[in-house]
């Protein structure tokens, strides 16, 4: 969980610059780190970290429901059975070739993990170049608004509908995972 947190100050504190809480000049870590929160972290095969995410429950406080209701142009979606997908991170020292392959297999388990535990839907928020690479994944998903410019960045919201469809929907958008990469779900608080 350190490595997930450093790795996560490595991106969007030192590279992307966001102003969020770090912990022991270290760890990125914010409120809504707490026990409730799940976590999904890839590892490589001496379990040094490769990727993770962040999965907050809806029916509590969450980043697009707390912080940018407005980038949703109806209600914020909520339910027991959707989750916001936050802190996407891939480690700084992949290289480019084991970027792909890395996300690819990240993407893959955040379905895999959406079906094994009954999540209908995931809620994200991008920023437009990333959103319009989500949108490319295969995936059922849609906007919940148009853009916003916040803070300097174009910002757009959106729902990711998960059905049995989707692993196969992914694999033809050419998203597949590796085996050389596992997943770990953990629900542990920061």
Not at 54 to 79: F, K, M, N, S
Not at 93 to 107: C, F, K, P, Q, S
Not at 159 to 184: E, F, K, M, S, V
Request: charged share 20%; with cysteine; hydrophobic share 45%.
């Amino acid at each position: 969980m350190r490595a997930m947190f450093a790795a996560r100050k490595s991106v969007f504190v030192d590279l992307l610059k966001w102003n969020v809480p770090v912990l022991d000049d270290r760890y990125e870590s914010d409120q809504f780190d707490d026990h409730h929160a799940q976590y999904l972290v890839l590892t490589d095969s001496t379990g040094a970290h490769l990727a993770s995410a962040r999965l907050l429950p809806t029916v509590r406080p969450h980043i697009l429901g707390t912080l940018y209701p407005q980038l949703c142009d109806d209600a914020v979606p909520t339910g027991p059975d959707i989750f916001e997908i936050t802190r996407f991170c891939l480690d700084r020292r992949l290289r480019a070739a084991e970027r792909r392959i890395v996300r690819d297999t990240l993407v893959t388990a955040l379905a895999d993990h959406a079906l094994r535990h009954g999540i209908a839907s995931y809620t994200a928020i991008a920023e437009l170049a990333w959103f319009q690479q989500i949108l490319a994944f295969g995936w059922d998903c849609l906007p919940l608004g148009l853009p916003r410019v916040i803070d300097g960045a174009p910002l757009a919201a959106l729902r990711i509908t998960i059905t049995q469809q989707t692993p196969a929907l992914l694999a033809a958008a050419g998203i597949l995972p590796r085996d050389a990469y596992t997943g770990h779900t953990r629900r542990e608080a920061a």
